[in-house]
């Protein structure tokens, strides 16, 4: 073969190679889940999932504590176990020998996965089914064990979780093997010591034999909140994966998400890490790495609408101007082709701006609102909101996670809400608030449906009334810069939804 032949076919063999390696490398990152080489978007959705059931888990530690013996010793509580079954590839927790609906989920399929107890004495392997109890607050830092959940797969598939029951958990993403490690918790063993969490099978008959004889004529009604919950659980995943590949249309790779649900399971914000794909990109255009920010609605019927949104919180964010997702997502079956133009508009509705003037809002001078958003008893998540006039809401106002006591039984929690928006030139200072009949004030996180917290133009009130009472009012000094102020007053606010008892606003200058 002469030498120009030579030439033309190692030219030829470098083009195919160019060609192979570029469409690799844009297949690469939405190839199918579940071969046992992590995907950006799986890996993060594995880790979520994990991490939201253990914390789920840590959170019964508030329950926990009311299981003291003498001299503030915590007894030990099987009420809530973490189960995590390296055979079946799956995680759950479960209450009273059941699996509580929407706290299960399943490992990466075809990876290995290897559960560890690490102590001061030394690492060891929990193979097969590991149930772990819990213990109240009041335990301390007594918990001398820490415990690691390893998945291994194909090339850069290694995660290692781990947590212990007195710290918030964390995880590491590794491409080396695991090390089995002792854990130095800081502190000597003693006597005194409480024992391992990991519930041994003697320890769990005799759990499964002290539970009441299940009554099958009892049947416990599911609320609001849990169906929320389910119904989001079972689009989670769908999510992550749809994220991912509308990520790598627009030319794009993952490099993490992270959906975090709202309070009341209707509504989730998903964060992802991008960075442009392919080797040409990255060669004329140089190596980009930026964020994204998505909003996701239930629109009912197992159906979910998502869209890139500013950040409420962080609209400087480092956003390619050109890149947008738009989609819907529907787990159970394929969203037929009729229905995608309406649905689509709906979720739009939703996350856009209002298409018609608020009926609660007073104009100022200096181009200053004030606007009453609406009401709910607390505790409003799951709840429904309703204006002053008692006309019910499409969306909550805002959502109050904590859940507060009362002190006294003939009063009832309300959360109300209401802003000031004006100018970023005009400031507006507020003074002198007044809720007609409210007895006492609470204080908490105030997040939107999203789960963000909302920004310092928003007012919300927890406070406490009579049963017997039937309205409120709200009165508040709004000041304005050159010393103007208002008086404003919201009158016959509605403590009733459905019922208006002559709502109306009274602007004093």
């Known amino acids: 073969m002469s030498r120009s032949n030579w030439i033309k076919v190692i030219v030829t063999i470098i083009v195919l190679a160019i060609i192979a390696v570029l469409a690799y490398m844009r297949w690469y990152p939405s190839e199918q889940w579940g071969v046992g080489d992590l995907r950006a978007a799986e890996r993060s959705y594995c880790i979520n999932r994990i991490s939201g059931i253990v914390e789920t888990w840590l959170a019964s530690r508030k329950d926990a504590n009311n299981y003291i013996e003498g001299g503030g010793r915590m007894k030990e509580s099987y009420v809530t176990l973490l189960v995590i079954d390296t055979a079946e590839n799956a995680i759950w927790i479960e209450d009273g020998g059941q699996v509580r609906q929407g706290c299960r989920g399943e490992l990466p399929a075809k990876m290995g996965w290897t559960f560890y107890r690490s102590t001061p004495d030394g690492c060891t392997e929990l193979p097969g089914r590991t149930r ?19 998945g291994t797969g194909r090339g850069w598939a290694q995660i290692d979780y781990y947590f212990n029951a007195v710290s918030k958990n964390s995880y590491g993403s590794y491409s080396q093997p695991f090390v089995r490690r002792p ?15 990991v519930l041994t099978e003697s320890e769990y008959r005799q759990h499964l034999a002290s539970l009441p004889a299940a009554d099958p004529n009892h049947l416990v009604a599911q609320s609001r909140l849990d169906r929320n919950r389910v119904s989001f659980r079972k689009v989670e995943k769908l999510l992550y994966q749809q994220i991912g590949k509308r990520v790598a249309d627009e030319g794009f790779a993952v490099r993490h998400i992270s959906i975090t649900p709202g309070p009341d399971y209707t509504a989730a914000q998903a964060n992802v890490g991008i960075i442009r794909s392919g080797l040409l990109h990255t060669y004329l255009r140089g190596r980009y790495c930026g964020a994204a920010y998505v909003q996701i609605d239930h629109l009912g019927n197992d159906t979910w609408y998502a869209s890139t949104c500013v950040h409420p919180r962080s609209p400087s964010r480092n956003t390619p101007p050109d890149f947008n997702l738009e989609f819907l997502a529907r787990p159970t079956e394929k969203l037929p082709r009729s229905q995608r133009k309406s649905l689509m508009k709906k979720g739009r509705e939703i996350q856009g701006p209002a298409a018609t003037a608020s009926k609660y809002v007073v104009a100022l001078s200096g181009g200053v609102t004030v606007e009453f958003l609406g009401l709910c008893e607390h505790p409003d998540v799951g709840g ?40 970023k030139s005009v ?79 009274q602007l004093q200058n």
């Open 132 to 150: 772990l109890k819990i213990r109240g607050y009041y335990a301390g830092y007594h918990d001398g064990e820490q415990f690691h959940l390893v």
């Open 183 to 197: 854990y130095h918790a800081g502190y000597k063993r003693t006597e005194k010591s409480y024992p391992s969490l």
């Open 427 to 505: 400031r507006a200072s507020v003074t002198d608030i007044h809720l007609e009949g409210a007895r006492s004030s609470y204080s908490g996180t105030i997040l939107d449906r999203y789960g963000n917290k909302m920004t310092r133009d928003f007012r919300a009130e927890t406070r406490a009334f009579e049963k017997s009472r039937k309205a409120t009012a709200l009165e508040a000094t709004i000041k304005l810069a050159a010393g103007q102020s208002h008086r404003i007053k919201f009158e016959n606010i509605s403590l009733i939804p459905n019922q208006d008892p002559g709502f109306k606003i």
């Open 384 to 423: 429904k909101w309703w204006g002053p006039d008692g006309a019910a809401l499409e969306c909550a106002a805002y959502l109050a996670p904590e859940v507060h006591d009362l002190v006294d039984e003939d009063t009832k929690l309300y959360n109300i809400a209401w802003r000031i928006r004006g100018p």
